[in-house]
């Protein structure tokens, strides 16, 4: 995340304290527009006194907004916590868009101010998106994705956990027979425990509620009958644990991945289950990593949006202060 925006219990006060000051300056600039709008018989614009003050007031907010940008460059000064900003960023911007309609007087008027509306209220949108994201996905992930992990560290991840599932096929099956009968050579001998040595996996484990990915020691039993199945269900899964859904397997959906255990189960022994359970794992492992990825987009991809938007806003407020004052 960019910055800290969530609006849980702990900030309240904090949002409160630029809340409040920013909504009662609105009803004031509002409350006076509207006065002035009663008394003329008509919505006033930009050329009234109260539409003058909303008018200078939105432009102050929006210059405000952006110093949030040079704030980050400068971050390492310790100017004002990034909170603080935050909170005046996000109350201050909401309040900026009714100030604007009013300084309008609910005439767009020619291209500059059309152009300046339609985009100011794209900012606010953009800008409204990424706090409902980032206040909502979070949490939404904490409680439904166990697995989740570091975003650029989820390809690593996936490496490590075919390579898991490998040690756990050649404990508890040993390596795999070729044609001829014979053992075939594996890529990374050194990586092959002893059978009847525990070894360190991964997998997603719960405890009541709580649910979380957890590293044991476990000695796997012996599935030397089932060597077949397994090792043809690991080469079948590799490529989904390794690319996701990205990967054409019958474990891409959900729907189709309890079907393939069922049939893998039905074709194993009682001594496979503890293998066939931890594949089962980490495929569900990897849908979760899918998910994760789909939820950083959503977390993230708005910002380029957002300040492009910001920027072109900040550039028609020059051009429109300046044919202002040019023409007044």
Not at 20 to 48: D, K, T
Not at 128 to 151: A, D, K
Not at 171 to 193: F, N, Q, S, W, Y
Not at 242 to 258: K, M
Request: aromatic letters at 10%; charged letters at 15%.
């Amino acid at each position: 995340m960019v910055e800290n925006v969530l609006l849980n219990q702990g900030h309240s006060r904090l949002h409160l304290s630029f809340a409040v000051p920013s909504f009662l300056l609105m009803i004031g600039c509002i409350g006076w527009w509207i006065a002035e709008s009663v008394e003329a018989g008509r919505f006033v614009g930009g050329g009234s006194a109260s539409g003058l003050a909303c008018g200078i007031g939105a432009g102050l907010i929006i210059v405000f907004e952006m110093l949030l940008w040079p704030r980050k460059l400068l971050r390492r000064l310790r100017l004002i916590p990034a909170k603080f900003w935050m909170a005046a960023h996000i109350w201050l911007g909401i309040v900026s868009l009714p100030m604007a309609v009013a300084h309008c007087g609910f005439h767009l008027g020619g291209w500059l101010p059309a152009s300046f509306m339609i985009l100011f209220v794209l900012t606010i949108i953009s800008g409204l998106y990424g706090l409902l994201v980032q206040n909502l996905l979070p949490r939404w992930m904490l409680r439904n994705l166990p697995s989740e992990t570091i975003y650029n560290q989820i390809d690593y991840v996936a490496k490590v956990t075919v390579e898991d599932a490998r040690r756990a096929l050649l404990a508890a099956c040993g390596r795999r027979a070729t044609g001829d009968g014979k053992h075939a050579a594996d890529p990374v001998p050194e990586l092959i425990p002893l059978s009847s040595e525990p070894i360190v996996v991964g997998a997603l484990r719960g405890a009541g509620k709580t649910q979380g990915r957890s590293v044991s020691s476990s000695k796997f039993r012996d599935a030397t009958p089932d060597a077949e199945p397994l090792w043809t269900a690991f080469d079948e899964l590799q490529p989904y644990l390794l690319e996701g859904r990205n990967a054409n397997t019958p474990v891409t959906s959900r729907a189709g991945a309890i079907r393939y255990f069922q049939t893998l189960r039905g074709a194993c022994g009682t001594d496979s289950e503890q293998v066939v359970e931890m594949l089962e794992s980490y495929c569900e492992q990897r849908r979760q990593f899918d998910v994760q990825k789909r939820c950083h987009h959503w977390l993230h991809a708005w910002l380029p949006f957002h300040i492009a938007l910001s920027v072109a806003v900040t550039i028609l407020l020059g051009v429109h202060v300046f044919t202002a004052l040019k023409y007044w």
